[in-house]
């Protein structure tokens, strides 16, 4: 298959748009079945799909499509570590990450998860020393602060499971404050140092290839900070940082002790690598025994892919009815809201995950595609954004396919019983703005009873039928977000798969940070006249521009 643009389902589903289209979403949720037709449930996890636009004809179709692009086979390849990576000749195996201590997965004759405990069991040894308030600086203190050097997967995946899941920090612990710098210009890394003791921080210098550039640059900065205060640079090094890499020989050359290195493997995408020892910080926060029932979740959702019927499948219902609306009723963004503050960071984590995977316009074989990949997706905590961009989803010009997000149940684990009962009294308020929002984007003014036969005036008109689906958990926990993670992962895999793109790849973000180099280059320069011929007109305007306000500086 070369696109999917060529099947009947494809053609299909296109006349189906034209059929169904223009229906409304009020006049679709009429029908008593729907709910119970167009939602499906795993494990604590519930998916309603019956605020899309579709109709139980329309999710046979899909399912054809999937069948016709041969998803089946493609999860197998997938989970069977299948080299499915095609540009880079290799497998993406981060559901290896996850598997049981006991499970085999042979790929080219070696057991890979071997090598997975393996990696585990010596960062359950650096966990438990740190945790246990033994390990100690040059000074002889012990380490109280961690900053995570890591940009991309090795940030955004560990910062957002962090945050998520605080409260589950152990009790018995030695207190260890968790923070992240990523920013290359410097900014977050100046803001924690002007709070942190030297003598007790410790660095994870967290980068798959250690030579990223704004890992790199910010944890020489962190170095040159810790000797300016402390002195002793090799001593400082090996007691003070940590790293997490696929590249061993680069590690030991930048002067990392062996003991204190933690490996992963080229197979692990960035944006799928929090399972592995890039997970430190969210093991540092939440221990070893929560990190491991964050794999077990993520663990189960991968058996559930695997083996559920296309058609009870939750990823793939997830990533189908994004299908619909992408390629079908030119729904062309898609926004994430959480109704729980814990997931502050879930949209920006998914917009990694999606539009790095699938931000792509040709094919497995190289040709440009003729059909929508991914949309532009972004999103906020929903009862935060319901005092903002809830303005353009309700009566902006956009069609926007809408993820709300919540867990049911919150605050069971509060002692007092009147404190107890005002946190849940404020949760059932979010889950009823949750619903309520959902609700008004199907229905429009219909959700509220007409008083009388007037019509609202123009600009208070709220005109409904935009699509949206509520994914519920029973609770948050490390597990129910091992499997909320999992879902996502796979539903870019899905979607990737009817598009016969490669979503374990990422070029689009290599030249910019090559010709970054060279122009890094011409900033150190006052030659205006090589500035003008190496550059376009713009660029050189702007280059000259900042070398002539330095100089006045």
């Known amino acids: 298959m070369s696109r999917p643009s060529t099947l009947a389902s494809w053609y299909a589903l296109q006349q189906e748009a034209k059929q169904t289209g223009n229906r409304h979403l009020r006049d679709m949720s009429n029908d008593k079945r729907r709910y119970t037709q167009l939602s499906r449930s795993f494990d604590g996890l519930l998916l309603d799909f019956s605020k899309q636009r579709i109709e139980p004809l329309t999710l046979q179709l899909l399912l054809q499509l999937a069948e016709e692009c041969q998803l089946t086979s493609k999860i197998n390849d997938l989970l069977g570590g299948k080299p499915i990576n095609n540009s880079e000749l290799r497998p993406a195996l981060h559901t290896a990450l996850r598997l049981p201590a006991k499970a085999k997965l042979f790929v080219e004759d070696e057991d890979v998860n071997l090598a997975v405990q393996a990696s585990l069991e010596k960062m359950q040894r650096l966990v438990t020393k740190l945790q246990a308030g033994q390990w100690r600086g040059i000074t002889g203190l012990p380490i109280t602060d961690v900053v995570n050097l890591g940009v991309g997967g090795s940030d955004l995946g560990p910062l957002m499971v962090c945050h998520a899941l605080a409260e589950f920090r152990p009790k018995n612990m030695a207190t260890l404050n968790i923070h992240f710098a990523s920013t290359i210009d410097g900014s977050q890394l100046a803001e924690r140092l002007k709070q942190l003791n030297p003598a007790t921080t410790l660095f994870i210098f967290s980068s798959k290839s250690f030579s990223t550039i704004d890992t790199l640059t910010n944890a020489n900065t962190a170095r040159h900070w810790l000797t300016d205060k402390l002195g002793k640079e090799a001593l400082i090094i090996k007691q003070h940082f940590i790293g997490v890499s696929a590249a061993t020989e680069k590690m030991t050359q930048w002067g990392i002790a062996e003991e204190h290195q933690l490996t992963f493997w080229d197979w692990v995408g960035g944006r799928y690598s929090l399972w592995s020892t890039i997970g430190l910080p969210i093991a540092l926060q939440i221990g070893m025994d929560n990190f491991r029932e964050l794999l077990a979740g993520a663990h189960a959702l991968d058996k559930h892919f695997a083996n559920s019927p296309l058609v009870n499948n939750l990823p793939v219902l997830l990533a189908l009815t994004g299908i ?205 006249q090589a500035i003008a011929l190496a550059f376009d007109p713009s660029t050189s305007g702007l280059l000259n521009h900042c070398l002539t306000v330095q100089k006045k500086l």
Not at 327 to 348: E, H, S, T
Not at 437 to 460: C, I, N, T, Y
Not at 472 to 492: D, R
């Open 324 to 528: 619909w609306n992408i390629n079908f009723l030119n729904v062309q963004a898609q926004a994430i809201l959480p109704y729980d503050g814990r997931l502050k960071y879930f949209p920006d984590y998914l917009t990694q995950l999606e539009m790095e995977s699938n931000g792509k316009s040709t094919t497995r074989e190289g040709e440009p595609v003729d059909y929508a990949t991914c949309p532009v997706l972004w999103g906020e905590l929903g009862p935060n954004a319901q005092h903002a961009f809830y303005q353009l989803l309700h009566q902006g010009t956009e069609a926007v396919n809408c993820d709300f997000i919540a867990p049911v149940h919150r605050y069971d684990e509060i002692k007092d019983n009147e404190t107890r009962r005002q946190f849940q009294d404020q949760h059932r308020l979010s889950l009823a703005n949750c619903f309520a929002q959902s609700r008004l984007l199907m229905l429009g003014d219909a959700a509220v009873p007409k008083l009388d036969a007037s019509e609202p005036m123009p600009h208070m008109h709220y005109r409904g039928n935009q699509p949206s689906t509520t994914l519920l958990m029973n609770e948050l926990t490390p597990y129910s977000l091992g499997q909320l993670i999992a879902l996502y992962e796979h539903k870019v895999f899905v979607q990737a798969a009817i598009w016969n793109i490669n979503p374990f790849d990422q070029w689009g973000v290599e030249l910019g940070k090559t010709i970054a180099i060279a122009t890094k280059q011409a900033l150190l320069t006052n030659d205006t």
